[in-house]
């Protein structure tokens, strides 16, 4: 296989919540969830350190357990994650570090993947099928009814600031609740509310897999279709993408086109080729 990577953060001063790795034979992507100015989350350590070991540990698990399902797999690191600081911050709080993952798992015959929360994975089929995209909507559902102030205010006012902590406030009453969605943070039941699948190997040219801040050229921006994303990083290379996220970003800073909680978000692409 053939592997390009591209990550960028939402703003150079500030630490990447995104988070990418790769072994010959799997690939995850994760993308912690911020806490606005002014919220507590209830850990001393931050998304970053969160994701960061989430990551490892997952990467670990797909690759040197082979046979052990993915989703058993981001359970298992979701224990592991969570040990190294339960004895010093409050996973109970509602707010405490979480992640959407996606997982790959590229075994000799088939590709199992695992999608948890609005990160995205695009199959790349050889048939006239096209790229098929696998992302979890829960999450979006839920917050469409949540963020109607939000949306109402310009970006960078503190009238917008203030609206977007209540929408994460909000939000939160929904995390990893029946009727609502499910992200990776302190529980690992949580592994088994995944999407999950696997196609035969030989029916994929390739895979690609994005955080929300990359995809959002294609399902919030609507300026391009995922035919033309992928030819865009096939042709020119993951980090393209995230160029055409920033150009599209700054032609409208104030979110009145495309109404959204961060103006910039950390962005991840993975593009694997079989």
Known sequence: ??????????HPQRPNED???????????????????????????????????????LLAAVTNQPDRALTDCLADAITQTAGLHADTCDLSHPGTPSATVVAVRLADEVVEYLVLADSTLVLEHTD???PVAVTDDREALVGAALRGAMDAE???TAEHAEALRGYVEAMRAHRNQP??????????????????GNVPRADLTGVTLLSDGASRLVDRFELADWAEALRLIREQGPAALIREVRTAELSDTD??????????DDSAVVRVTL
């Open 1 to 10: 296989m053939h592997l390009e990577i591209a990550t960028e953060p939402a």
């Open 19 to 57: 988070f990418t790795a790769a072994s010959p034979s799997a690939v995850v992507l994760l993308d912690g969830a911020g806490t606005p100015a002014g919220s507590d989350c209830g850990c001393s350590h931050g998304v970053a350190w969160y994701v960061s070991r989430l990551g490892v540990s």
């Open 128 to 130: 006239e099928r096209g």
């Open 154 to 156: 310009a970006a960078g």
């Open 179 to 196: 009727e609502g969605f499910w992200v990776a943070a302190a529980d690992p039941a949580t592994a088994y509310a995944s999407l999950t």
């Open 255 to 264: 979110g009145r086109r495309w109404p959204r909680g961060k103006t910039h």
